[in-house]
T-cell receptor, first 114, second 117 residues
Framework: RKEVEQDPGPFNVPEGATVAFNCTYS??????FFWYRQDCRKEPKLLMS???SGNEDGRFTAQLNRASQYISLLIRDSKLSDSATYLC???????????????FGRGTSLIVHP | DGGITQSPKYLFRKEGQNVTLSCEQN?????MYWYRQDPGQGLRLIYYSQIVNDFQKGDIAEGYSVSREKKESFPLTVTSAQKNPTAFYLC????????????????FGSGTQLSVL
């Protein structure tokens, strides 16, 4: 099982739709979680951190379920400009006593069409 | 403005040649990372460094080498032993959480596209 798994998609949705992505992780000791957005051949940019209590930023909502070891991202009222790849990042322990290392899922592709 | 700078943007490697990718940050971050991204794939960790003069292998370190002589700089050398070097290389840095238990969000450079001639 991969350490961080995402459905690669693509998710093809019309403007205005609501779309949700999930990401599962295998290391129960993982400490922090993030969603990044990546446009083609560009560097990833932080979309939002994911907190245990869940958090919302405008049209975007992130949730963490530690018991089931997954995080989710919900996008409401999709815009054409939301078309991108969404990367899930989980900080896992690098080695016993060591620091946490950001580990990426392979990303989920979203295409929003008119 | 603080940030992280990668150079060059495009790089071509000849057979048997070593090439070095530059990564510099002025964010005063302790941790720095190198990732490789192949088309349609996620980011895979090559090397990371949590503090100056120390670094660790990531998941795909074979054929690569790094150094961390200064806090601001973390260059990556792609050696001739790396038989399939064509990829998009991303350097990143992060700070430590106030309680020291985990690293915070990543700041990325704009990437280097390496191709083989």
């Amino acid at each position: 099982r991969k350490e961080v798994e995402q459905d690669p998609g693509p998710f093809n949705v019309p403007e205005g739709a609501t779309v949700a992505f999930n990401c599962t992780y295998s290391n129960s000791a993982s400490q922090s979680f993030f969603w990044y957005r990546q446009d083609c051949r560009k560097e990833p940019k932080l979309l939002m951190s994911v907190y245990s209590s869940g958090n919302e930023d405008g049209r975007f909502t992130a949730q963490l379920n530690r018991a089931s070891q997954y995080i989710s991202l919900l996008i409401r009222d999709s815009k054409l400009s939301d078309s991108a790849t969404y990367l899930c990042v989980v900080n896992k322990k690098g080695w016993e006593g060591g620091s946490y290392i950001p580990t990426f899922g392979r990303g989920t592709s979203l295409i929003v069409h008119p | 403005d603080g940030g992280i700078t990668q150079s060059p943007k495009y790089l071509f490697r000849k057979e048997g040649q070593n090439v070095t990718l530059s990564c510099e940050q002025n964010l005063n971050h302790d941790a720095m990372y190198w990732y490789r991204q192949d088309p349609g794939q996620g980011l895979r960790l090559i090397y990371y460094s949590q503090i100056v003069n120390d670094f660790q292998k990531g998941d795909i370190a074979e054929g690569y080498s790094v150094s961390r002589e200064k806090k601001e700089s973390f260059p990556l050398t792609v050696t001739s032993a790396q038989k399939n070097p064509t990829a998009f290389y991303l350097c990143a840095s992060s700070d430590r959480a106030p309680d020291g238990t985990t690293n915070e969000k990543l700041f990325f450079g704009s990437g280097t596209q390496l191709s083989v001639l």
